[in-house]
């Protein structure tokens, strides 16, 4: 084994099989057996033999954190107990303390940091924790729970780089080979890399043969820059709207497990994670929160290559706000070509949205949204400017249906939005 971190630390030092098989059968009564779904779309749209999907969305809580955090806070001892516990998260690490706290009887303190969706905190809330939100980004919420556990003597319970949190969340790797079995390639969204440190150990001590993708958002992308430089690499900021793996930096246990252990590290886009988003909700028919759907987003992307493969992807999690979840469903679908926005010039307001509504509707479309806007110099004077929203079977039904309403009679489409990456469009303007 080689030597990770700051220390002489390897990964079977952090985690082994055994450690999991332990944990899995310490929290089995507490979990949800949650279901792994195969998609025949998702394997068609990229290639593979076979797709199934670890569904950790539908596991309690939300997310798979409630297995590593029970896994920790069961070992406890009774003097640690009664002190109570701290953690730090963005969100479903704390709602996963939170519930296991309640579970065992343990009072739970939790920081969160300011990016952290209002469901996910009031969900943690819920569960009986007392909740302190500071800090713009994950470290100042790991600093401050830090502090707090010296200060009032708390254990403090880390979100990813510990060993019994690590193996927690590598019990998801054993069911997966129950589940879909004979795996080519795994999926999994890193954070501070707990999730992956875990699946990666589970699966591979098994069958060294099995590929471990990991996925990050390019906005918080630390692993690829520290697996290029041997060591671990900090961001100075994240951007993404990914927050639930919105991290900075792996740590010295969750680094050794990577670094031996994960077979390659992948980046997606926002825009890539909202189409995802979109094909789990139309096809899948789940809601995933957008660290969850990373993994599809790169099962659908064209930086790999799994033609012809079985592969498993791990939905780690669904606690999202909906009205936030609804609109990057709707940027998802846009760029899929799904969904369009048009200025239509409309004569003889109000009477001409019969012929708006009327032709859409003979195009086979479906009209989302209308709404009247102000006039700007650059509209005609004599027609009322009206916004459209619509839905589609694809681009080209949309263009198709965009192009009936510039022709009919009254009507005149100024501008619109069609087409995967945003294409945008004029009409006539006649």
């Known amino acids: 084994m080689s030597e990770h971190g700051d220390g002489d630390r390897t990964a079977d030092g952090v985690v082994t099989l055994a450690d999991i098989e332990d944990a899995r059968e310490r929290i089995d009564d507490v979990i949800n057996d949650t279901p792994l779904d195969t998609s025949r779309t998702l394997a068609e749209r990229s290639g593979a033999a076979a797709v199934g999907l670890k569904l950790e969305n539908m596991q309690r809580t939300g997310s798979f954190k409630i297995r590593g955090a029970y896994n920790t806070m069961a070992q406890l001892p009774e003097s640690a107990r009664e002190r109570g516990v701290v953690t730090s998260s963005a969100g479903n690490h704390a709602q996963g303390v939170a519930h296991a706290g309640e579970h065992l009887g343990i009072d739970t303190t939790i920081v969160v940091p300011e990016v952290t ?145 994960v077979d390659d590290v992948v980046t997606v886009s926002d825009a890539e994670i909202t189409c ?109 400017p009206v916004a459209v929203s619509l839905a589609g079977s694809g681009p080209a039904h949309l263009r198709e249906t965009v192009a009936a309403v510039d022709a009919t009679d009254g009507l005149a489409v100024v501008e619109h939005s069609i087409g995967a990456g945003g294409e945008t469009g004029a009409g006539d303007g006649g």
């Open 276 to 384: 995802a988003l979109a094909v789990l909700a139309e096809r899948v028919k789940t809601v995933a929160e957008a660290a969850g759907a990373a993994p599809v987003a790169a099962l659908l992307g064209d930086d790999l290559d799994i033609t012809g493969e079985r592969v498993a992807a791990v939905v780690s999690g669904g606690n999202t706000d909906l009205t936030e979840h609804g609109e990057l469903v709707r940027t998802g679908l846009m760029r899929l070509g799904r969904y369009a926005e048009a200025r239509v010039a409309v004569a003889d307001w109000p009477h001409g949205l019969d012929a708006l509504t009327d032709v859409i509707a003979d195009a086979g479309a479906e009209l989302d949204e209308v709404a009247r806007r102000r006039l700007t110099s650059a509209d005609h004077p004599n027609r009322t």
């Open 117 to 261: 969706p209002a469901a996910k905190i009031d969900a943690t809330r819920g569960y009986g924790a007392d909740v302190v939100v500071h800090g713009d980004i994950y470290e100042r919420s790991y600093e401050r729970a830090l502090a707090l556990a010296e200060e009032h003597g708390y254990a403090f319970v880390h979100p990813f780089d510990d060993g019994d949190v690590i193996a927690g969340q590598g019990t998801i790797g054993l069911e997966l080979r129950e589940e879909f079995g004979d795996i080519d390639t795994v999926l999994v969204s890193i954070g501070g890399g707990g999730l992956i440190a875990g699946i990666a150990t589970a699966l591979t001590a098994h069958d060294d043969d099995i590929r471990v993708v990991g996925v990050q958002p390019e906005g918080a992308a630390h692993v690829p820059p520290s697996l290029e430089a041997g060591e671990i690499r900090e961001l100075g900021g994240v951007d993404t709207v990914a927050e639930g793996i919105a991290d900075t930096r792996l740590l010295e246990r969750t680094w050794a497990v990577v670094s031996e252990r």
